[in-house]
Nanobody, 124 residues
Framework: QVQLVESGGGLVQAGGSLRVSCAAS????????MGWFRQAPGKEREFVAT????????YTAESVKGRFTISRDNAKNTVYLQMNNLRPEDTAVYYC?????????????????WGQGTQVTVSS
C-alpha cells in the first residue's frame, strides 16, 4: 500500500522558516522522482519543487527560488522541503508527490502518488 505522509507544517511569521517532510512507503522510493505542490484557498494547485531519484537534479519554481530547497534521504525514504524567508503568499496546503516516470516534471498530472497535504500558514 503506497503512502506519502507529510509533516512539519504549521503557523509561522513572515520571514521565518519551516521544514516539511514526507515519509514514503509501499514503493521503491529510491527510484522515484519526488516533488512538492501547493494549493492556496481559491487558487489552482501550483508546482513548487521536484527532485530526481538520486537527488542530483532539482527544479524549483521561480516564485520560491532562492528561498525553498528540496532534498531527499533515500535511506530514510523521506523527501524534505526547507522553506526560508516565508511570505504570506506562501500560505497553502503543501502536497508531497511521487512518480517513477515523472522526470522532474512540473505538471501535476505527471505524478501518480499524492500525500494528504500539510497546512502552512504564514502571518504578516
Amino acid at each position: 500500500q503506497v503512502q506519502l505522509v507529510e509533516s512539519g507544517g504549521g503557523l509561522v511569521q513572515a520571514g521565518g522558516s519551516l521544514r516539511v517532510s514526507c515519509a514514503a512507503s509501499g514503493f521503491t522510493f529510491s527510484t522515484y522522482t519526488m516533488g512538492w505542490f501547493r494549493q492556496a484557498p481559491g487558487k489552482e494547485r501550483e508546482f513548487v519543487a521536484t527532485i530526481n531519484w538520486s537527488g542530483a537534479r532539482t527544479y524549483t519554481a521561480e516564485s520560491v527560488k532562492g528561498r525553498f530547497t528540496i532534498s531527499r534521504d533515500n535511506a530514510k525514504n523521506t523527501v524534505y522541503l526547507q522553506m526560508n524567508n516565508l511570505r504570506p503568499e506562501d500560505t497553502a496546503v503543501y502536497y508531497c508527490v511521487g512518480d517513477r516516470w515523472a522526470t522532474n516534471s512540473i505538471q501535476s498530472r505527471s505524478y501518480g502518488y499524492w500525500g494528504q497535504g500539510t497546512q502552512v500558514t504564514v502571518s504578516s
